[in-house]
């Protein structure tokens, strides 16, 4: 969170008038000053650090954007194209808070004396190949000069404060360069086991997710709410190698109705080998630091539209007082925002995809992909995903996976059931065809909703294997 005070954030709650201001630089260097007299209309801005609002990531980079309307004047549209951004935001008589920097993209004249002004943040400008096929030892100061030489981006730590950030004490280098600008800042981010996102000076910045919460938004002062009947957490980290061969931390946890592991692969600063070995000791090495990041408080994903405080930064914990009945507060992860001056401010936390929470799958995938998927017989992992099998009862989800060695695998399964008669119900998990000590029985009655949460850990020999979810009848699977 920005650095304001409690006065400030008093200020802002108690409804003080707020204030905007900023100015133009145009691609020819002139100047044009915003204030009240020609700033009209709806003041805007979008940001994320998930492609997915929905869905949570790591080491992803999305383009964030800004939206006013002048009052053009003889100001000619065209010139006001490529050109700067800024925006100053203030309530009450307190200090201005920088909201951001945007480059303008799409100015459009709306009648003869409006124009209204689409422009985005810095991640845009990485959208740059990298046409450098050297291999060798590329230290993480390479990597960030090449990319500040091809986009002209600027970044808000050094490099030897983004290594203080990712926790490694050792150098950190790659062999070779990503394909592109954007995909060397995610490899930085996804190594990190955190994000990267245009700051308000306009600098790309990496950040881990906080820890506890900076702020507490009153039930009374909130306009909307939409959050979820689940509890989210992290409960691992892992790799994937070229190879198919995986390694994974696991992060210690209370219960959770649904719990994540995400995968990252083709990272430059991780080594792909087809030495077993030395790929144990490189992964271990690196996820254990990368598990430490992410070691974060569970959350409630969701979104809330309340007052507004552009104080708030993504990545920043919230406390949801009062939860969404008024009586249970939650915690709230910010990984979306959508601020409007004078106007509501959305705050999106993001969590499991709609058909992963209800089917119990619990793994994920690259970062730079969706986080969930099912398992086959061509992935070597640690994590299990279940894909349901459509059944109300008998076998409601199973899955295929393969190691190449004796690993220790686990699964993490959450069923949403609805009961289809008053009945004693019992649910379980089996490995091969074994039951495990993973199970359930409990009375459900008739249109009562249930979650049921099982999780088991096995040591399985080199092969390929199969998980398997069995339900007694007289209750359905809500969801797919």
Not at 137 to 149: C, G, N, P, Q, S
Not at 296 to 325: C, F, H, K, M
Not at 386 to 411: D, H, K, P
């Amino acid at each position: 969170m920005y650095d304001i005070s409690a006065e400030y954030i008093q200020a802002i709650e108690s409804g003080k008038i707020q204030h905007i201001r900023g100015k133009i630089i145009t691609k020819h260097g002139h100047h044009i000053e915003l204030d009240d007299k020609n700033l009209v209309g709806e003041i805007s801005y979008s940001r994320q650090c998930t492609s997915d609002e929905s869905a949570f990531g790591i080491g992803q980079l999305y383009t964030g954007t800004a939206q006013i309307t002048i009052k053009s004047g003889n100001i000619d549209r065209e010139n006001l194209r490529g050109g700067s951004l800024y925006l100053e935001w203030c309530v009450h008589e307190h200090s201005w808070i920088p909201l951001g920097e945007w480059k303008i993209t799409n100015p459009t004249r709306t009648s003869e004396d409006l124009i209204s002004i689409t422009a985005q943040d810095c991640i845009g400008d990485l959208d740059v190949p990298i046409n450098d096929n050297y291999v060798g030892a590329i230290t993480l100061e390479a990597r960030l000069e090449k990319v500040k030489a091809l986009t002209g981006v600027e970044f808000a730590q050094t490099a030897e404060e983004i290594k203080e950030l990712i926790g490694d004490t050792g150098v950190i280098f790659g062999t070779t360069f990503c394909s592109t600008c954007r995909a060397e800042v995610a490899a930085i981010a996804g190594y990190m086991g955190g994000i990267a996102f245009a700051d308000r000076l306009g600098r790309i910045k990496f950040r881990k997710f906080g820890t506890a919460p900076v702020l507490t938004i009153p039930a009374d002062l909130r306009h909307k709410i939409n959050i979820s009947e689940y509890s989210f957490g992290i409960r691992g980290v892992a790799y994937r190698d070229k190879y198919g061969y995986t390694g994974v931390q696991e992060i210690e946890g209370g219960n959770v109705n649904t719990a994540c592991v995400p995968v990252l692969s083709e990272n430059p600063y991780i080594f792909d080998t087809s030495d077993t070995d030395r790929a144990d000791r490189q992964y271990r090495e690196f996820l254990q630091y990368a598990a430490a990041n992410l070691k974060i408080p569970d959350w409630t994903p969701g979104e809330i539209e309340y007052y507004g405080n552009p104080a708030l930064e993504l990545g920043d914990y919230v406390e949801i007082s009062g939860g969404i009945n008024g009586e249970k507060s939650t915690n709230f992860l910010i990984t979306a925002e959508h601020w409007q001056f004078r106007g509501p401010h959305t705050l999106i936390s993001a969590g499991a995809s709609e058909n992963t929470v209800t089917s119990g799958g619990n793994s994920g995938i690259s970062a730079n992909q969706q986080m969930f998927a099912t398992i086959n017989t061509t992935k070597n992992i640690y994590a299990v995903d279940l894909e349901s099998t459509g059944e109300m009862s008998g076998i409601v989800a199973s899955g295929q996976f393969s190691v190449r060695e004796e690993t220790t695998v686990f699964a993490d399964i959450t069923l949403n059931l609805r009961g289809m008669s008053d009945s004693e119900i019992e649910v379980n998990l089996f490995f091969d065809d074994i039951q495990q000590p993973s199970f359930f029985i409990g009375k459900i009655t008739e249109n009562e909703t249930l979650t049921v949460h099982l999780s088991s850990h096995k040591t399985v020999a080199n092969g390929i294997h199969k998980a398997e979810v069995k339900l007694s009848k007289n209750c359905e699977i809500l969801g797919n």
